[in-house]
């Protein structure tokens, strides 16, 4: 089974398009045969995806830091839940148990596992892809800012090509699928 790490955000956001896209997404990767690998969360689009995961069939897992698992709210009802002690050690968990990465829209905590995630591939730590769900255009200044980083040679075009894009979840993973086959 392939797994898809999901970078996202532990709340909801203003707009009730992230956590419907966020159910969209959950279900969609359950039903494509995706597993869902997360930060563990019950709340905000996090749990939503969950959920979704859950209700449509699939696994789930979390990889949570014990300091933060009264904070997020663990979620109690995922296929496997793993306790580690540090955000680094969650962030190679998903890493590893992962075949494939995703920003979903989130925050500040969001955008550094996915950049770190990205980076590793850059510099040929993994080859897995990385991809964006530009859900109602969050991440549409993100985009350009790497476009102005490649145009100002800060960043290879080659490796800006290798971020998998969308606006809708289904194509997410329908680009995804083309990247690996498992």
Request: proline share 3%.
């Amino acid at each position: 089974m392939k797994s898809m790490a999901v970078f996202c955000g532990s709340s909801e956001g203003h707009d009730p398009i992230y956590m419907e896209k966020a159910k969209e997404f959950g279900t969609a990767l359950a039903e494509e045969g995706w597993q869902l690998v997360y930060g563990g969360a019950r709340v905000g689009c996090m749990g939503a995806m969950a959920d979704a995961v859950l209700e449509a069939g699939g696994e789930v897992i979390g990889v949570m830091p014990e300091k933060l698992m009264e904070n997020e709210r663990a979620h109690e009802h995922l296929t496997t839940l793993h306790t580690v002690q540090t955000i680094h050690e969650r962030k190679a968990m998903m890493m590893e148990l992962s075949d494939g990465l995703v920003a979903f829209p989130g925050g500040t905590g969001t955008l550094e596992e996915w950049f770190e995630a990205f980076t590793w591939g850059i510099v040929g730590f993994h080859s897995k892809p990385c991809g964006v769900l530009n859900i109602n255009g969050y991440y549409g200044p993100l985009i350009s800012l790497l476009d102005h980083m490649v145009a100002e040679g800060f960043a290879s075009e080659a490796a800006m090509k290798q971020i998998v894009t969308s606006t809708e979840p289904r194509e997410f993973i329908e680009k995804m699928n083309g990247f690996i086959k498992k």
